[in-house]
């Protein structure tokens, strides 16, 4: 066991210089990440050096491992991808559908010109680039036209014009709009003002003015840095959407990814880690840069849906590829599955929506030992049956909005939901092991998942909440829980007071189980002078109407009706 006075840092060449990329405590953990960064990343070096604090506080560092990898010359090529929304007009280019497809086809260029989407689109002398280098921009048109054309209805020879009209017409925009000189540095506010005052929309200008800008920085973490630089200008909030919109392209590199997550033990805590940051419910971790908490920050406020957006889809991809979630000690890739199962699936609903049920089921099927069609379907019924009833619903409603998988699977699925209407006790619905308030937050969290599915058929989501609603009710009743809380032999002030808390607290489903408790509180209220006997139960005079106007104000809240 090494002492807490050595650590070891791995350094990526950047510029011709070492650059600190990751502190690690274990020699080994080290080493892979180093050979993980050199592998999936632009660097060309990298290196593990063992750094020695000692006692009369100076360092001892020492080379352990250096690494490089010969740079292939050969001419990009576009990747080969599996699906690029339509686009039917030019504003659609500028989306973020079709910037992810960009982003997708031309990573390898992109990734070589150290540019973005929104960089290129903006910036006619890239688009000329990228249109002198080889066949890339033809081979990228043919490969998208052929899958667009079926969707709209056109032959793909009509589909790939169209698309090089676009590229024209996306070109001939960004030569006009652009500066006849390049401010050296302009702070957002600063764009904004100039912006608007040629031809071009403002916020087309203003995403013109930010790509002259942001192709002054040579690569990813300078450029992310700069426009949360920007976002973090007084009066910038009101444009977060148009900083949004940058900061998910800059999120669309492998090595962006890389950097802001740092060391990850596999792919299975990467996609954990990317969730918990796509919802800003990340913790920092050791060495973690103020980019990651500014994101985290931003992203739990709800202020940056593309970027969350482009996270989500990341973990889709991984999850639906042959990636194994636990490369390095593959006898643990069904667990390392089940963390990301737990992490995606809860009692209030699926992280990532649709897709991401159906990213989980395919990747399920591979852990079973029938393909095909039928390993689909007992994909998703294993899969249903072992999160229980609350996560089992959440997962079907998702999972039958799966295009693909509602293809074949819808009236199947449909008809397991109506299975779940079927009376059962609690612990099918939520596991015995939770504590009473986890168990009843678990029933009120899936019944608002189900009665917020506008896509289920109504009569099932109505016979569902039911369901759920009465198994709370008989919960209520078998385990005691009000009984609990209004104990006889305490006194009437905080029995009113906990009672009425109770109600409010949000377990409760809106419905049979809250009217169930709240009829409890009814019967005290309606009982001969309560307020005296409330008041005359606290020793204390002078809490005792500090404690009635709190259960009156607490009354008010929980939404009571007289």
């Not at 006692?55 to 010359?73: F, Y």
């Not at 990747?363 to 072992?386: E, K, P, W």
């Not at 009120?444 to 109504?458: F, M, Q, V």
């Not at 005691?480 to 305490?490: A, F, N, Q, S, T």
Request: charged letters at 25%; a neutral charge; one cysteine or more.
């Amino acid at each position: 066991m090494k002492p807490k006075s050595t650590s070891f840092e791995v350094q990526v060449l950047k510029d011709q210089r070492w650059v600190l990329s990751q502190v690690v405590l274990d020699e080994n953990e080290a080493i892979q990440f180093a050979d993980n960064l050199l592998s999936k990343s632009s660097y060309t070096a990298v290196r593990v050096v063992r750094d020695f604090a000692r006692q009369d506080g100076l360092h001892s560092e020492t080379v352990l491992v250096e690494k490089t990898k010969t740079l292939d010359k050969k001419e990009v090529s576009t990747a080969t991808v599996s699906d690029a929304p339509i686009c039917t007009e030019l504003a659609d280019a500028y989306g973020l559908s079709s910037r992810m497809t960009i982003g997708r086809v031309f990573r390898a260029y992109l990734d070589e010109a150290l540019i973005t989407p929104t960089e290129l689109l903006h910036h006619a002398r890239e688009m000329k680039r990228l249109g002198d280098k080889g066949t890339l921009l033809m081979n990228a048109v043919d490969q998208i036209s052929a899958l667009q054309a079926p969707g709209g209805g056109e032959e793909s020879k009509a589909r790939r014009d169209f698309l090089h009209r676009s590229w024209d017409q996306l070109y001939d925009r960004a030569r006009k709009a652009a500066s006849e000189k390049v401010a050296k540095a302009l702070t957002f506010a600063e764009i904004m003002a100039r912006a608007g005052k040629t031809s071009e929309d403002k916020l087309y200008q203003a995403r013109v003015l930010m790509a002259e800008q942001l192709l002054e920085q040579r690569g990813w973490a300078g450029k992310l840095d700069k426009v949360l630089r920007w976002a973090a200008e007084e009066g910038a909030e009101a444009h977060l959407p148009l900083l949004d919109g940058i900061v998910a392209d800059l999120l669309i590199p492998a090595e962006t990814i890389q950097d802001l997550l740092g060391f990850q033990p596999n792919l299975s805590s990467a996609l954990i880690r990317m969730c918990n940051l796509a919802e800003g419910k990340a913790e920092s971790a050791d060495q973690a840069s103020e980019t990651f908490a500014t994101l985290n920050r931003l992203l739990a406020a709800g202020k940056l849906p593309e970027t969350q957006e482009v996270l989500f889809n990341r973990v889709y991809r991984e999850l639906k590829s042959v990636n194994p979630l636990s490369r390095n000690e593959p006898s643990q890739e069904f667990e390392a599955f089940l963390r990301v199962l737990n992490r995606l699936i809860t009692t209030g609903g699926m992280t990532g929506g649709p897709l991401m049920a159906e990213a989980l089921t395919h990747r399920f099927v591979r852990n079973q030992s029938v393909g095909g069609q039928a390993g689909l379907q007992n994909a998703i019924d294993d899969l249903a049956a072992d999160l229980g009833r609350c996560r089992g619903i959440v997962y079907l409603m998702s999972v039958v909005q799966a295009p693909r998988i509602a293809e074949k699977f819808k009236d199947h699925i449909l008809r397991k939901l109506g299975y779940y209407v079927d009376d059962a006790g609690v612990d099918e619905w939520v596991p015995a092991k939770l504590s009473p308030p986890e168990r009843m937050s678990a029933l009120t969290a899936c019944h608002r998942a189900i009665s917020l599915d506008k896509n289920l058929p109504e009569k099932l989501r109505t016979d569902l909440a039911n369901a759920a609603d009465t198994v709370l009710v008989a919960y209520l009743e078998h385990s005691g829980v009000i009984e609990k809380i209004d104990k006889p032999e305490d006194p009437l002030a905080f029995r009113a007071l906990r009672l009425v808390k109770f109600c409010g607290s949000g377990v409760l489903i809106k419905g049979k189980s809250l009217a169930l408790a709240q009829k409890r509180v009814l019967g005290h209220l309606r009982q001969p002078n309560f307020e005296e006997k409330f008041l005359s139960s606290i020793p204390d005079k002078g809490q005792a109407e500090k404690h009635l106007r709190e259960f009156h104000k607490l009354l008010v809240e929980s939404g009571f009706k007289f």
